[in-house]
């Protein structure tokens, strides 16, 4: 049997891992925490996941849990195809994206969701993504619709838990606290890799250790100064360490190093530290009122398409204010949702009027209530606004229902977009193109796929399926090494 060294226990080793396995290699799997940090940023996430599928039917053979008053007595789900999963990430990234993994992951999706759901990962129908019963009919919009099991938005542990659970059970080899050092080449193959205190051999490596977003020193370098002191929504212990040594031992970059996921979050939360710890929850309910910087000033449109496609770059948005901070603002046409579906335990300021909301949260009361009254006039019954800069494209209401709400947001970050070049089966890829011997790598470790912003629930399914890819490749092409 060949020797495979997985580097990462998160979402994206744990799929390489047990990949690898079931081609007929031995696995170890090196994890730079303990195992109570098992999981990586998918067990921090919402746990979706996005898939291809031709109608309800796909649907309900992955799942037949219904979160409350979702269970219809039919399902009318338009096709998300494979066509319009790749043309969404290419225009979400500007048509940077790499055609080849975009078209392999679109291809691999709903066989790889399927693929976690035999390994115990339980899914749901989620309705803070859009989907709604209308006489007795549940209505699904394109796309987006299935997360983990579990409470709230913060689902990503219950992702993990069965995936750990099913590793252990196929006989993968777990080490705990054994950060990965570098990777060994001798005569243009690896050969093994240097963690923790020593040598560990193998006839191929993946390195699926995430991006750098818990450096501070590489944030600096490639993201500016001003993300130094960022407050992290993803591990602390994603420090870049598998890219460089990968970069090292021959792999090309690939993707944008300059640009990554940033949320709105509440400033008062704590970064996460362990897995099953919930982190600064996303303030995902913008997109129901307006974001105003702490000058009273709108900087962004809010609704420009469904939030789920959008939050990822709020954070960045929020990062070219003064002092990088905003607030969010709802009337009582939207406060009730917002509270019960998108704002977790962060705590609103509440106040009778504009001016009294502008002064609780040090706001400038003419700034603030001048812009309100813009945006009311601004807005149109079909949802959008005319004559204001920026635009609200979409859900736009007018805020005059007191008293209003405000939410203190600022910038976490989740992970960045920059990485190790690689093909749709997970090498590593030099810069010339070609593989690098027995160097195999997925998920955020790599670039390609990301670059301005991306949809929700892609995050999650480049893990799984590029993670299962390189186990497999990597079993797969080590044999002949053994042979």
Not at 89 to 107: F, I, N, T, Y
Request: charged share 20%; glycine share 14%; net charge neutral.
């Amino acid at each position: 049997m060949p020797n495979i060294v997985v580097a990462g226990a998160g979402l994206t080793g744990l799929a390489a891992a047990i990949s690898a396995r079931e081609a007929g290699a031995n696995v170890v799997l090196l994890e730079k925490g303990s195992r109570a940090d098992v999981g990586g940023n998918a067990a921090f996430s919402g746990g979706l996941f996005l898939f291809c599928y031709d109608g309800p039917d796909d649907l309900t053979s992955i799942t037949q849990d219904f979160e409350p008053g979702l269970r219809a007595g039919k399902i009318v789900a338009p096709p998300y195809t494979r066509g319009a999963y790749a043309a969404e990430l290419m225009a979400m990234s500007d048509g940077r994206a790499d055609p080849v993994l975009v078209a392999a992951l679109a291809e691999r999706s709903l066989d790889t969701v399927r693929w976690l759901a035999a390994k115990g990962v339980g899914f749901t129908f989620n309705r803070t993504l859009g989907a709604r019963v209308r006489d007795g009919v549940l209505h699904i919009p394109a796309g987006q619709i299935l997360t983990s099991t579990g409470e709230g938005m913060s689902r990503g542990f219950e992702v993990i838990k069965p995936l750990l659970r099913h590793a252990e059970r196929v006989g993968v080899e777990l080490c705990w606290s054994t950060p990965l050092i570098d990777v060994i080449r001798e005569d243009g193959r690896v050969t093994g890799v240097l963690a923790g205190d020593g040598v560990v051999p193998a006839d191929a490596v993946v390195i699926a250790s995430g991006g750098f977003q818990a450096s501070r020193e590489l944030r600096r370098r490639h993201l500016g100064p001003e993300w130094e002191n960022v407050k992290l929504r993803g591990t602390r212990l994603s420090t870049g360490d598998g890219m460089l040594a990968a970069l090292r031992a021959g792999a090309g970059e690939a993707g944008t190093w300059s640009s990554c996921h940033s949320a709105a979050v509440d400033p008062t939360m704590p970064a996460p530290e362990r897995s099953e710890a919930s982190p600064p929850f996303p303030l995902h309910g913008f997109w129901l009122g307006v974001l105003v910087n702490r000058d009273g000033e709108r900087f962004v449109d809010e609704g420009p398409g469904p939030w789920v496609k959008n939050y990822s770059k709020m954070g960045k948005a929020i990062m070219r204010q003064p002092g990088r901070e905003a607030y969010e603002i709802f009337d009582q046409r939207t406060a009730a949702r917002v509270a019960d579906e998108f704002a977790g335990a962060a705590v609103p300021v509440a106040a009778p009027t504009l001016t009294e909301l502008a002064e609780r949260i040090g706001v400038r009361a003419e700034a603030l209530v001048g812009t309100i009254e813009e945006f009311n006039r601004a807005c149109r019954d079909e949802g959008s606004t005319t004559g204001i800069t920026p635009a609200k494209s979409h859900w736009a209401t007018p805020l005059d229902r007191p008293p209003f709400v405000a939410y203190h947001a600022t910038a976490g970050l989740t992970f960045t977009f920059g990485g190790v070049r690689i093909d749709p089966d997970g090498r590593a890829l030099a810069s010339d193109g070609k593989p690098v011997p027995g160097l195999y790598a997925a998920g955020e470790a790599t670039g390609g796929l990301f670059y301005g912003d991306y949809p929700g629930g892609a995050a999650l399914m480049r893990a799984a399926v590029f993670g299962r890819a390189a186990g497999r490749t990597a079993a797969t092409e080590a044999l002949p090494q053994r042979g």
